[in-house]
């Protein structure tokens, strides 16, 4: 009955820390909230193609997520791995929001498992840069997809048509700005309703994850650009893949780098970019362009300032000379350390004006003596301070057994990583059936099996996972063919 009631007290806890408190939450739990509404408004208007496609990535990034799991336990990852990263079901949902309903599958895996490399192994070794990785996983897509036969199409019918903004630029009306903000439009699954985009933004702004600054500092470069070209101001700044790129990516505070004062005019240099780059056709792949142009110069501008930082001051050698050749002065007679025996000083005094009451005449060698005594005595005392606390005792100096420390380091060293993640049976069974490599690797390192067992273990694993990658990729091929 206790476990029912802090059961119970724990679920009515999740709506205020959902909707009170969303900034104790992590950033990768938020993300997660925050890209429901694109995702089922991607799913509404596209429907199967859409669900398919997210399906695939999240199940990338599942498989991701294991082997990454995997290699901590086995090969003993470096700490700075996945240092600020996303959690790689974000990247794949990241990843698949910003697809078009006709991308191929492989490409869709490949562009999830390339963004789970870049932000857990490459970007992590660069320091701070305020490019964020999915934008230059976002510039292959586009690279790739100009090659193959994927554009955009039209979710009421299904046919292939382009996006708003290069409809715009090429004939040069606007589309209604209404339709925007629904997202009965072309693009991207979960990028083209402006509505869906900017209520997660809101969420992810109310969590504290993301940069208003940056946002603000975007809207208002493109609102000022689209005014001086006497653009329609409504079209231009609904764009729900602009919107998308700028508030999920770039506003992200772990890759914002500069202060909020810089931040703005940052932002708004992207936003000026953003709408020349539109204005020479570019259509919706200006925004990431701009993004990423501007997050280069910004990271190379501050690479180059902190190096001319750290640059020796350029001061004539003289200069840097002349304390010490100025210090030709004789040195003085040692009379340093006497400032140091002044309370020695001042016992002998003491006790040498207790003795001057008597008459006796000064012994030759009464002055040596009281010099020493009180150093004596303090060294005494702090022995016997010192020997009155006992030293704390080592757990290894047992009178026992002299050489029992030995022995347990030589069975601890005895005692690999592979064998203790080889004891796992659940990791041992998820490698073998998700990632087949890694698993026959951890069977085949595993002293505790026979060698029949193991070229078993191998032939049925490795049968079985050819059986589901050939029937996952006919069912994914068949049915986006369709659609």
């Given at each position: 009955?206790?476990?029912?009631?802090?059961?119970?007290?724990?679920?009515?806890?999740?709506?205020?820390?959902?909707?009170?408190?969303?900034?104790?939450?992590?950033?990768?739990?938020?993300?997660?909230?925050?890209?429901?509404?694109?995702?089922?408004?991607?799913?509404?208007?596209?429907?199967?193609?859409?669900?398919?496609?997210?399906?695939?990535?999240?199940?990338?990034?599942?498989?991701?997520?294991?082997?990454?799991?995997?290699?901590?336990?086995?090969?003993?990852?470096?700490?700075?791995?996945?240092?600020?990263?996303?959690?790689?079901?974000?990247?794949?949902?990241?990843?698949?929001?910003?697809?078009?309903?006709?991308?191929?599958?492989?490409?869709?895996?490949?562009?999830?498992?390339?963004?789970?490399?870049?932000?857990?192994?490459?970007?992590?070794?660069?320091?701070?840069?305020?490019?964020?990785?999915?934008?230059?996983?976002?510039?292959?897509?586009?690279?790739?997809?100009?090659?193959?036969?994927?554009?955009?199409?039209?979710?009421?019918?299904?046919?292939?048509?382009?996006?708003?903004?290069?409809?715009?630029?090429?004939?040069?009306?606007?589309?209604?700005?209404?339709?925007?903000?629904?997202?009965?439009?072309?693009?991207?699954?979960a990028a083209t309703s402006a509505a869906a985009v900017l209520l997660g933004i809101a969420y992810l702004w109310y969590g504290r994850k993301i940069s208003a600054a940056v946002l603000g500092g975007f809207l208002v470069g493109v609102a000022a650009t689209a005014a001086a070209y006497g653009f329609d101001l409504a079209f231009q700044l609904a764009s729900g893949p602009a919107l998308f790129l700028t508030g999920y990516l770039a506003a992200d505070r772990r890759r914002v780098i500069v202060p909020d004062q810089l931040a703005v005019v940052v932002a708004a240099g992207a936003g000026i970019a953003t709408v020349v780059l539109r204005n020479f056709g570019q259509g919706q792949e200006a925004t990431w362009q701009s993004w990423l142009a501007i997050g280069i110069l910004i990271t190379v501008a501050l690479r180059l300032r902190a190096f001319l930082s750290t640059r020796p001051s350029l001061i004539p050698a003289g200069i840097r000379r002349l304390p010490l050749s100025s210090s030709s002065e004789p040195r003085r007679p040692q009379a340093a350390p006497i400032p140091a025996r002044q309370p020695v000083m001042a016992v002998s005094s003491s006790s040498s004006l207790r003795r001057s009451s008597t008459p006796a005449p000064r012994r030759p060698q009464a002055a040596s003596i009281p010099a020493r005594q009180p150093a004596m005595a303090v060294s005494s005392s702090s022995s016997l301070r010192r020997s009155s606390?006992?030293?704390?005792?080592?757990?290894?100096?047992?009178?026992?057994?002299?050489?029992?420390?030995?022995?347990?380091?030589?069975?601890?060293?005895?005692?690999?990583?592979?064998?203790?993640?080889?004891?796992?049976?659940?990791?041992?069974?998820?490698?073998?059936?998700?990632?087949?490599?890694?698993?026959?690797?951890?069977?085949?390192?595993?002293?505790?099996?026979?060698?029949?067992?193991?070229?078993?273990?191998?032939?049925?694993?490795?049968?079985?996972?050819?059986?589901?990658?050939?029937?996952?990729?006919?069912?994914?091929?068949?049915?986006?063919?369709?659609?």
């Open positions: 009955m206790l476990h029912v009631r802090q059961l119970w007290r724990a679920l009515h806890a999740v709506p205020q820390l959902l909707l009170v408190q969303p900034e104790q939450l992590s950033y990768d739990v938020v993300y997660a909230l925050a890209l429901v509404p694109p995702m089922a408004t991607g799913i509404f208007f596209f429907r199967r193609s859409a669900a398919l496609l997210i399906a695939l990535c999240f199940l990338t990034g599942i498989v991701c997520l294991l082997a990454l799991q995997l290699a901590r336990l086995t090969i003993n990852l470096p700490a700075w791995v996945g240092f600020r990263a996303n959690h790689p079901l974000i990247s794949g949902l990241i990843v698949a929001c910003f697809l078009s309903p006709q991308t191929p599958a492989w490409l869709g895996v490949s562009l999830v498992l390339l963004l789970v490399v870049l932000d857990y192994v490459v970007w992590p070794q660069l320091g701070r840069t305020m490019v964020h990785p999915a934008l230059v996983v976002f510039g292959i897509l586009f690279v790739v997809q100009k090659q193959l036969p994927v554009g955009f199409v039209n979710p009421f019918d299904g046919r292939r048509l382009d996006d708003p903004l290069s409809l715009w630029h090429r004939l040069g009306l606007p589309i209604d700005p209404v339709k925007l903000y629904v997202g009965n439009v072309p693009g991207p699954i606390t006992p030293a704390p005792r080592r757990l290894y100096d047992t009178a026992s057994d002299s050489n029992d420390m030995v022995r347990q380091m030589r069975s601890a060293a005895g005692r690999g990583p592979l064998r203790q993640a080889g004891t796992n049976p659940v990791l041992w069974t998820l490698a073998l059936f998700l990632v087949n490599p890694i698993g026959l690797w951890l069977t085949w390192t595993n002293s505790s099996l026979s060698r029949r067992t193991k070229e078993i273990v191998s032939g049925v694993s490795a049968l079985w996972y050819l059986a589901v990658a050939a029937g996952l990729f006919l069912v994914l091929t068949h049915g986006l063919h369709r659609a």
